[in-house]
C-alpha cells in the first residue's frame, strides 16, 4: 500500500459526515484535510446533491479511494458502479466500503473507462495515495506521462480498458443517471467510449478537464449528443470542472 501510514478518519461535517475514510495524516488544507472537513470539491458535490435525491445510479470513473461514491449514497443515491483500473485504490476502496457497511450501494469494476477494450499501461506518478488519484493512462505516441514529484517513485502497469456502452451492454454496470469522470487527461475517450449510453439514458456528465485540448474534444463530442454544456469553475489553472445536462434536465 505504498509507503506512507494511512489510518481510519471520520468526516467531521458535510454531506459525508461520520463516514469513515483511510487517509494519511495531512496538514491544514491538504485534500485529506479537506475530505475530513466536508470541503473537498464542493462544486462537484453540489451537482451529485441535484441527482442523488431521485435515489439514482452514479457511475463513477476513476474512483481513487471512493469519496464521491460514498457521498452519491449519503446524498440519497441507490448505488454507485465505480470504475478504478489502480489495484492500490481498489484495496483502499475494498477497506471502506466494508469499514462503511456499504456492500450493497457500492460495486467496484476492476477497468479503465476508454473507447477500447484491451490493455493498456497506466502510470502512477508516486507511492502514496495522493499520487494514486493523478495515475493516468499512456498511449502510443503520448508523452511520458505525469512526472513523479520530487523523491517519488514512479510506476507503469497493465490495466483493462472498458467501453462504457459494452460495460451497460452486457448488464455489468447498471444505466446511470450521472457520469462522474476523473481521468487525468483521458475525458474525450471515456465520452467516445459511452457514446450510445449517453444518446439512450441521457445522464448528466460531471467531467474534470485537463488542458485545453482534452476540454474542447470533450465539448464537442457531448455538444454532438446534444447536451448543454455549463463551467463550474477552475480546480487549478490547468483543470476545469464541466457539467452536461440535456433539455429539460437543468
Known amino acids: 500500500m505504498g509507503s506512507e501510514k494511512l489510518s481510519w478518519q471520520t468526516v467531521r461535517q458535510g454531506v459525508a459526515a461520520g463516514t469513515e475514510f483511510l487517509l494519511p495524516r495531512g496538514t491544514p488544507g ?37 469519496y464521491y461514491s460514498c457521498v452519491w449514497l449519503r446524498l440519497g443515491g441507490a448505488r454507485s458502479e465505480a470504475l478504478e483500473p489502480l489495484p492500490q485504490n481498489r484495496d483502499v476502496i475494498a477497506r471502506v466500503i466494508a469499514r462503511n457497511h456499504l456492500e450493497g450501494g457500492i460495486r467496484v469494476h476492476p477497468c479503465a473507462a476508454s473507447d477500447t477494450t484491451g490493455a493498456a499501461h497506466l502510470v502512477v506518478p508516486g507511492d502514496l495515495l495522493g499520487y494514486w488519484s493523478m495515475a493516468r493512462l499512456r498511449r502510443p505516441g503520448d508523452a511520458p506521462g505525469p512526472r513523479a514529484a520530487a523523491g517519488a517513485r514512479q510506476s507503469c502497469i497493465e490495466v483493462q480498458c472498458r467501453r462504457i456502452d459494452d460495460l451497460v451492454d452486457e448488464g455489468q454496470v447498471q444505466p446511470p443517471d450521472l457520469v462522474k469522470i476523473d481521468v487525468e487527461g483521458a475525458e474525450a475517450s471515456v465520452i467516445r467510449g459511452a457514446r450510445q449510453v449517453l444518446l439512450r439514458h441521457r445522464p448528466w456528465v460531471l467531467c474534470e478537464v485537463h488542458g485545453i485540448e482534452e476540454a474542447l474534444s470533450v465539448t464537442q463530442s457531448l455538444l454532438e449528443l446534444g447536451y448543454h454544456l455549463r463551467t463550474l469553475g477552475k480546480t487549478t489553472a490547468t483543470m476545469g470542472l464541466l457539467l452536461a445536462t440535456c433539455e429539460g434536465q437543468g
Open 30 to 66: 491538504c485534500w485529506s484535510e479537506r475530505i475530513l472537513d466536508g470541503a473537498y470539491e464542493p462544486g462537484m458535490v453540489e451537482v451529485m446533491a441535484g441527482k442523488a435525491v431521485s435515489h439514482g445510479v452514479l457511475l463513477d470513473v476513476g474512483a481513487h479511494i471512493g
